[in-house]
């Protein structure tokens, strides 16, 4: 086995806008970055003020439009999809947390073993493709891959199992909260006493101490390990022929800062609360636009790059109105339509495709890189997306990739609770996920 090197992201997708390509061939490279909860309710906005510009001279010199997701909304379960083009019953992630027999009732997060089918990096990597996994949902513990890969939960440090090769990268330590601190004026007012914060307290400022925290010092940690990671990684060797990355910060304060945003639409927002509050959504989301920028700029042309999200994001109002006494806190809720963006070598260019789903990502980029796809994934090749020539399904079908036979879900086991189980759930039950 080689170990391949971790590198992410993209390239100087600018130069694509106007390309006439008279022998389409596929890039030499690709690159999937996962941006949780990305809403084009929220983003056309921002491109046409001008607030993200990487983003928008990627979708300007690609294809582009709304993703479908699938419900229930969760985000493992979806993100899980993605990577193998199947259905929750066939690849195993079924909800935030399973109740495993013997346990009392008591939850503990899903893990990468119960997932019962390969990944598009297995695929890949299978067929000695070096491949890069950085943060994405549903990859602890860490599996041997042909490459490097560093797992969900790696950000809250010292955790078994955490990246493959074992201990690579395990000096990136988290991110300590003093750093969170220093930021924090650029994305919203005043300072937080964050020794006196409760979800549940009856003073205002305790919950928004809480809210505060919650939503952004860890969304904005979360993110900034895995940014960091990525920067280290592209220094590390090579690029990768397939490189996933994932971040989640941008979900997290969609949940906890909407109110602000569109104060109208809720009770008991304070003029001074929204304006100490109202500009967070907007400025995460041009930090994250920043941040991926700079990874962008490691990568020439030769790079196949797709933006996607699991579902979409807006007010918590009307039938996305939230009920449940602990989550009053949070005021964004799922929608059912995330973002797609496709850009690279024979991408077509300025157009707008509808009709995709969660479920397309892996058939697309298997037959991209001439692969076959597998008659027991769920999704469609995106067609519509590319020039003639690329990604027509030339390749075939091919009856499954699987290789024995799939081990049944309740038999599927992590080898031992992680250390940071307890902190997984804090987490989960903070967004409204679990009770």
Not at 65 to 79: A, D, H, R, T
Not at 124 to 133: E, F, M, N, Q, T
Request: glycine residues 10%.
């Amino acid at each position: 086995m080689r170990v391949g090197v971790v590198a992410v992201l993209f390239l100087g997708f600018a130069s694509f806008a106007g390309c006439t390509w008279s022998k389409p061939k596929p890039a030499r490279r690709i690159l999937v970055l996962a941006l949780d909860g990305g809403t084009w309710d929220l983003l056309d906005g921002y491109m046409q003020r001008g607030l993200l510009p990487n983003l928008a001279k990627l979708r300007k010199g690609g294809v582009w439009g709304p993703l479908k997701s699938i419900k229930p909304s969760s985000s493992p379960v979806i993100w899980t999809t993605v990577a193998t083009g199947k259905t929750p019953e066939k690849h195993g992630i079924t909800f935030f947390v399973r109740f495993p027999t013997g346990n009392t009732g008591q939850p503990v997060p899903v893990s990468r073993t119960l997932r019962r089918c390969k990944a598009i990096w297995n695929i890949l990597g299978d067929r000695d493709k070096d491949v890069a996994i950085d943060g994405w949902l549903i990859t602890w513990p860490a599996e041997e891959v042909y490459g490097r890969m560093i797992t969900d939960r790696a950000h809250y440090g010292n955790v078994e199992k955490e990246s493959f090769p074992p201990g690579y990268m395990t000096e990136l330590q988290p991110v300590p909260i003093e750093k969170v601190l220093k930021v924090m004026p650029s994305f919203m007012s005043e300072d937080f006493d964050f020794g006196h914060m409760d979800r549940n307290s009856k003073d205002p400022e305790e919950r928004l101490n809480f809210l505060v925290y919650d939503r952004f010092v860890r969304a904005y940690a979360r993110d900034e390990f895995y940014l960091e990671a990525a920067e280290r990684m592209l220094d590390d060797g090579p690029l990768p022929d397939a490189t996933f990355v994932y971040l989640r910060g941008t979900d997290d304060v969609q949940h906890g800062f909407w109110k602000f945003m569109e104060p109208d639409k809720f009770k008991g927002v304070t003029e001074e609360e929204a304006r100490r509050f109202g500009k967070v959504i907007e400025r995460y989301w041009q930090w994250t636009d920043q941040a991926v920028g700079k990874i962008f700029s490691h990568f020439d042309k030769d790079t196949l790059i797709v933006v996607l999200s699991d579902h979409g994001g807006g007010p918590a109002v009307g039938k996305y109105k939230i009920i449940t006494k602990e989550y009053l806190q949070l005021s964004g809720s799922h929608r059912n339509t995330g973002i797609l963006i496709i850009n690279g070598p024979g991408v077509k260019v300025g157009k707008e495709i509808d009709f995709a789903s969660v479920y397309d990502i892996t058939p697309t980029l298997l037959a991209y890189v001439g692969l076959p796809v597998a008659e027991d994934m769920d999704g469609r090749i995106l067609k519509e997306a590319f020039v003639p020539g690329i990604a027509n399904g030339s390749a075939g079908t091919i009856a499954t990739y699987e290789t024995g036979k799939p081990k049944p879900i309740e038999a599927a086991q992590p080898d031992k609770p992680s250390a940071v189980d307890k902190k997984v759930l804090e987490g989960l039950r903070s967004l409204g996920y679990i009770n």
